[in-house]
């Protein structure tokens, strides 16, 4: 049997400390984040060389590796072997009596089979043999880890940015949808919530704008464990793949101001004090917006939070915007409310050409379907017709739509084949 070293597992009990080590003070890059969610475990690889480190991060009490480290501490997990057959290495192990913990091929991370040796075999050291598979789950992988898309409409170049993946209750995301359906689409953690992206996007012509800004690193451990907050891969770092500084930024525009798409929009100095994240834009947003996030009550305050906002009418940045508008040649704002009363979506027209950035209008592919709204939402039906209207559009111009949050699409068309609607995803 012919094995090479794959990957060197190392139980992590504080990630944050891990990577201060492994990708601040050895300089190695990590990889978007790996769920699996059979072993209640988060694997962050590091490539180094041929082979990489994974570091383990439990994410439930009852995951193996929460017990490895409440009994041993952080460390040295196991030492994984990549073969070519994993069904045929467990025959031979066996027939020459080596003791197995997995006595057949099991799913591990990265739509790859694994099967875990017995340290009474090998010696005192946790042996995995893994099989390389490529299958769907891997495809999307993939394309998470992927480097920053970059689209052209006309004259204008549209880059999906990234400030990482956060979670938000499944049941809300999909309102009266039962999770008999939804879970389909969107499966489920063992907090009954769903993954999301944060892309904001980035548009280039006579300035350059970026839509919404993400999360932000303001938000404390107790904020980031209940919205599951996965923001290895930031803003930052996607940014800084498309080439950009924040100082490259001249125009910030809000699609609304809750904290998932202006957490970003501010940071908090070394001195502590708070200030716009982008050095010399303005920030753009809808007066009626920014009058509800500064009044909030109690349906919306948890969404609202001051400190993503307030500071930019202090730093005198805030540009308010009263109605539907070109906000830069080629891009405009145009209400939807629903989600929020003064919600707004973009909408971007070039050579001909169309694409949108609908925001939490339809915040996920999963959100076509007419009946598919958020639990969020303010005034569904002012969602729904929207919407409605909106897709109604996106078929007939073949506009390029940009879903926020989805987990998996930056970007789509939506398509309509025998009444039948669909989106052809291009990322
Ligand atoms: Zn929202
Ligand atoms: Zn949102």
Redesign the pocket.
């Known amino acids: 049997m012919k094995a090479t070293l794959d990957h060197i597992g190392i139980a992590v009990k504080d990630l944050a400390a891990a990577l201060a080590f492994y990708r601040d003070a050895l300089g190695l890059e990590i990889e978007a984040p790996e769920e699996v969610a059979a072993q209640h475990v988060r694997a962050h690889f590091v490539p180094v060389g041929a082979s990489k480190l994974e570091l383990l991060e439990a994410t439930s009490p009852e995951s193996a590796i929460a017990k490895y480290v409440d009994k041993r501490g952080p460390g040295l997990h196991h030492i994984t072997l990549r073969v070519d057959d994993v069904g045929a290495a467990i025959a031979q192990l066996k027939a020459r009596g080596a003791r197995m913990i997995d006595e057949s091929p099991r799913e591990g991370a990265e739509g790859s089979l694994i099967a875990f040796v017995h340290p009474a075999a090998t010696h005192g050291v946790l042996v995995e043999l893994k099989q390389s598979r490529v299958d769907s789950r891997a495809s999307r992988v993939d394309s998470r880890a992927s480097k920053v898309t970059r689209y052209t409409i006309g004259d204008l170049e549209l880059i999906s940015v990234s400030d990482g993946f956060f979670r938000l209750d499944g049941g809300a995301m999909f309102g009266i949808v039962p999770k008999a359906l939804w879970e389909k689409k969107a499966p489920a953690d063992d907090r009954n919530r769903i993954t999301l992206a944060m892309r904001p996007l980035v548009i280039r012509g006579m300035r350059t704008m970026i839509v919404d800004a993400g999360l932000g690193d303001k938000e404390n451990d107790k904020f980031c464990d209940i919205y599951g907050v996965d923001r290895v891969r930031n803003l930052d770092h996607t940014l800084a793949e498309a080439g950009l500084a924040p100082e490259d930024i001249d125009i910030v525009l809000a699609?609304?101001l809750?904290f998932?798409?202006a957490g970003g929009f501010t940071v908090r100095g070394p001195d502590g004090r708070l200030r716009p994240r982008f050095p010399r834009a303005q920030y753009v947003v809808r007066r009626g917006e920014w009058e509800d996030a500064t009044h909030t009550h109690a349906r919306n305050r948890a969404?609202y939070l001051l400190d993503n906002y307030v500071p930019l009418a202090d730093a005198g940045v805030l540009q308010l915007v009263d109605d539907d508008q070109t906000i830069m040649p080629g891009v405009k704002v145009r209400r939807t409310g629903g989600?929020?009363m003064h919600?707004q979506m973009i909408t971007i027209e070039s050579g001909g050409k169309t694409a949108a950035f609908v925001?939490?209008l339809m915040?996920t592919t999963a959100h076509l379907a007419e009946p598919w709204l958020?639990g969020?939402d303010l005034y569904p039906m002012d969602t729904l017709a929207a919407k409605t209207g909106f897709v109604r559009e996106a078929v007939e111009k073949g506009t390029l739509v940009f879903f926020e949050h989805d987990p998996a699409i930056a970007a789509g068309y939506i398509t309509e084949t025998h009444g039948t609607r669909s989106i052809q995803p291009l990322s």
């Open positions: 699609s609304h809750h998932d798409h969404s989600h929020t919600h925001a939490d915040p958020m969020f």
